[in-house]
């Protein structure tokens, strides 16, 4: 990012050294996410107020292998396969410190939002807890799992208490984030699940990992064609990765009174109506935009036990712009991951 409200450009800039406590990771792949489209559209007043400042390289999905070390780093070793965690956190606040990193006050500037991230050949991680052991997992492709994979185990695990015996879960929009909780919820919950797309490949993808159910898009009587499905009966958990009027609005009418709506997606929409009688009795709501290190960290060995799979798209940092054209038109199968050349 050379200018604000710009596209990002393919530049030349040296390679970082390590200094005390800080680790060179060679980058192995990057994954892409919608909000790189949407930083490169941020005007410069955001990004200020936001601590952000230009230049700086994108993406925040990252893994690799350790190049080099500073001084005082133990825990990773050059050579070292590593994803690296995707949201900013201290470690030390208050929140951090009860393991809700997601929570930390610390993290509006991360790798990819206002400092160097992961598309381009190496990257600097100015603390080695960043990095997240991979064991045998190809670090080209394990990228996703540090943001895709850990948002959505942590959505699942927000609503994994209303998900007994059962019970039914529905997934709104099942592109990059809601692959991932298609199958952590049939991994870690017993519940049925429906997945819900406009696209007619993110449906097949979906039944493909594990959805019992596939629905095209939300409507007017999406709810009535999830109660048809679950029997009579509303979905004790929805989560929903768009985050449109649309899909909060369908997402509230499907959930059965008890459960839980989960909104992940930042599309901008909004609930229309009184807390009080104009939501489903009794449903716990909640909303997030980042994920704790222990998702990230049970993402990897979920797959890592060959209980999820991590389906992507790969690209080469030269052809990144093709890369994104097709994330912008949803034209990926998987999550697109982009290797230095």
Request: with cysteine.
């Amino acid at each position: 990012m050379i200018e604000w409200e710009r596209p990002a450009e393919l530049v030349d800039i040296p390679v970082p050294s390590p200094g005390p406590g800080q680790v060179l990771v060679k980058v192995a792949g990057n994954g892409l996410c919608h909000s790189d489209l949407a930083m490169q559209q941020v005007p410069e007043s955001i990004g200020d107020a936001l601590g952000w400042h230009v230049p700086f390289t994108l993406g925040h999905e990252i893994a690799g292998q350790v190049a080099a070390v500073g001084d005082g780093v133990r825990a990773v070793g050059e050579g070292d396969p590593v994803a690296l965690l995707s949201p900013a956190s201290c470690g030390t606040c208050r929140a951090c410190r009860r393991g809700h990193e997601s929570a930390c006050p610390h993290g509006a500037v991360g790798r990819g939002y206002g400092r160097d991230g992961g598309l381009a050949g190496y990257v600097l991680v100015e603390r080695e807890r960043d990095c997240l052991a991979l064991g045998t997992l190809d670090p080209a492709e394990a990228g996703p799992l540090t943001d895709a994979g850990a948002t959505s185990h942590h959505a699942v695990a927000r609503v994994a208490p209303h998900l007994a015996e059962d019970a039914s879960a529905v997934v709104i929009g099942a592109g990059g984030l809601g692959a991932f909780a298609v199958q952590i919820l049939r991994a870690l919950t017993p519940a049925r699940v429906v997945a819900i797309d406009v696209n007619a490949g993110r449906r097949e993808l979906a039944a493909e990992l594990g959805a019992h159910d596939v629905l095209a898009g939300v409507d007017d009587d999406t709810a009535s064609h999830v109660r048809a499905l679950l029997e009579g009966v509303g979905a004790d958990a929805v989560l929903d990765f768009v985050g449109t009027d649309a899909t909060i609005r369908a997402g509230l009418a499907c959930v059965e009174p008890g459960g839980a709506f989960g909104l992940v997606g930042a599309g901008g929409g909004t609930f229309r109506g009184p807390w009080f009688g104009g939501l489903p009795q009794d449903v716990e709501v909640f909303t997030f935009e980042r994920s704790d290190v222990a998702d990230a960290r049970a993402v990897i060995e979920l797959v890592a036990d060959g209980r999820v799979r991590n389906v992507v798209d790969r690209f080469q940092l030269s052809r990144v712009a093709d890369a994104y054209a097709a994330l912008e038109a949803g034209a990926l199968r998987g999550r697109a991951v982009v290797a230095p050349d």
